[in-house]
């Protein structure tokens, strides 16, 4: 089977899938990367959407610009957030003297004087804590204010059985817990913010304030930590996943002060995973908390509950398999000490789902098991076509030999390697790059395959900058990381897209 078989050029800013909700678009060339990224606006004019929290959805802009013209706020930025808890939490961070509250007909937000410091300042906040308002809320908002003419239709679940429908799989994700011990969030981003808060909160009122980071993590989390515990002194980044020696230390150092450690497994995008079971006992054993993040893989492939005391998993991420829908979820380890007071905390701080995206959530996850199955069949091929490769300089996934051995201790069965292959090319990125026919743009975990330069999206202010460069050059990371999320086209086709793609290199 050939590639253009199956697979066809995206043109620029095409959503990905093609639905108004989409979570990903096309960026089909490393021009078109760079573009969007230093906001050219020969570039910018094609991308109507884009990742929900790197950018504001349509319905949200235009439910915005409305709101902003009927309020006489004219010199005033707003800002739509997911509940009236995260505008609280966006004034304190911007501060009672720079933002005021905003509420109207059951929406809530923040305005502040217009002023790009502090609207790239509470992008940013809102960003890292997931706390954007959802594009179906702001469409159905805008139908109800005459502003569009319909909802898109879209299959769902009924709202009495939308929940039961998710929760019953998530059960079967998350064995030996149940429906109070797992907690639905409006994203991915949001349920890493609920987990750490939470748990910061409850350790700070002990006195432990030191937090861990375990390897290099998804960009917000990182971020997320950096800004949020009590003093600079008070985050410890170790990049070494298998380095236990420097988290013994680590640990020891902080001694009753640990509040706990993030990390993901496997990595984004490394896709290394660390000896859970015993970073796990160095960390309980010193007080602290651990807070997994399995979205990589997803939790249908890798068992790290019983190590942890809060798992915060991305449901954007195969469970919502179309691309058209963010969500996230808390879950508690029912077996740890502070496992009630974990549950009621969150209980209390949680940011809830979006009506309509749990009932598009529910019309979706029944695929779960079936997509992480498939996705896993291919992603087997395709690495074993590309460590075979002459064209591959580097090659990350889950089985590569640093950590092969410690993913086979969380792995759920022998197949189950995940969808997400990162690799670089030998020689220059972009010919490859420009070549390649397989949907190009963010995101992953979806029933297609996407491909993007990850460092160039995620970390581009490190990649123009020689220190920027040296800084992700430390944690193992190169400026032209392809990260790959292997859908479930057929092998052959994806194959034969890399190897047309190779061809350009030489």
């Known amino acids: 089977m050939t590639a253009s078989s199956v697979f066809t050029p995206l043109p620029l800013g095409q959503r990905i899938p093609d639905s108004p909700h989409a979570v990903s678009c096309s960026l089909p060339t490393m021009r078109d990367v760079i573009g969007y990224e230093e906001k050219d606006p020969a570039i910018a004019r094609h991308l109507t959407s884009g990742y929900p929290r790197f950018m504001l959805h349509p319905y949200v802009r235009q439910l915005t610009a409305h709101l902003v013209q009927r309020e006489n706020l004219a010199g005033r930025v707003l800002w739509l957030t997911t509940t009236a808890r995260m505008a609280d939490d966006l004034v304190a961070w911007l501060g009672p003297s720079n933002a005021r509250r905003f509420e109207h007909d059951g929406l809530q937000g923040v305005t502040h004087a217009s002023d790009s410091a502090l609207s790239a300042q509470a992008k940013t906040c809102l960003q890292n804590a997931g706390g954007f308002l959802s594009s179906r809320e702001a469409e159905d908002h805008l139908f109800r204010l005459g502003l569009i003419p319909a909802v898109a239709p879209e299959t769902t679940v009924s709202l009495d059985q939308a929940e039961p429908t998710v929760q019953a799989i998530l059960g079967r994700a998350y064995p030996g817990t149940d429906d109070t011990d797992r907690h639905l969030t409006p994203n991915g981003m949001n349920a890493i913010f609920a987990a750490w808060r939470t748990s910061a909160t409850l350790q700070a009122s002990r006195g432990r304030t030191v937090w861990i980071q375990l390897g290099w993590l998804y960009l917000d989390t990182i971020a997320l930590l950096k800004r949020l515990t009590d003093a600079p002194t008070d985050y410890l980044y170790l990049p070494d996943v298998n380095d236990l020696g420097a988290l013994a230390a680590a640990c020891r150092a902080a001694g009753d002060r640990l509040g706990g450690l993030v990390t993901e497994a496997p990595t984004n995008p490394l896709v290394q995973t660390s000896d859970i079971a015993a970073v796990s006992d160095l960390v309980h054993a010193q007080g602290g908390h651990v807070i997994i993040d399995p979205t990589l893989v997803s939790p249908f492939n890798v068992d790290v509950l019983a190590h942890a005391d809060l798992i915060a998993n991305s449901l954007t991420k195969y469970s919502a398999s179309e691309g058209d829908l963010v969500a996230g979820a808390v879950i508690v380890n029912p077996d740890r000490s502070d496992a009630a007071t974990l549950r009621r905390h969150l209980r209390a701080t949680v940011d809830p789902i979006y009506s309509r995206d749990l009932q598009r959530l529910a019309a979706q996850i029944g695929d779960y098991e079936e997509v992480v199955a498939r996705t896993n069949a291919n992603a087997t091929a ?29 792995a759920r069965h022998p197949g189950a390697v995940g969808s997400i292959i990162s690799f670089r090319v030998k020689g220059p990125l972009a010919p490859f790059y420009d070549r390649l026919v397989l949907p190009k743009g963010p995101s992953f975990g979806m029933k297609n395959t996407l491909i993007c330069p990850f460092i160039y999206l995620a970390h581009y202010d490190l990649v123009r900058s020689e220190a920027g460069r040296a800084e992700l050059a430390a944690s193992g990371l190169h400026p032209e990381l392809l990260r790959l999320a292997v859908g479930g086209e057929p092998t052959e086709a994806i194959i034969a897209a890399l190897a047309d793609a190779f061809a350009a290199l030489g």
């Open 382 to 410: 395709v690495v074993d076509f590309l460590r075979n490769h002459s064209g591959v300089a580097e090659l990350y996934w889950s089985g590569q030999p640093a950590c092969a051995a410690n993913y086979d201790k969380i």
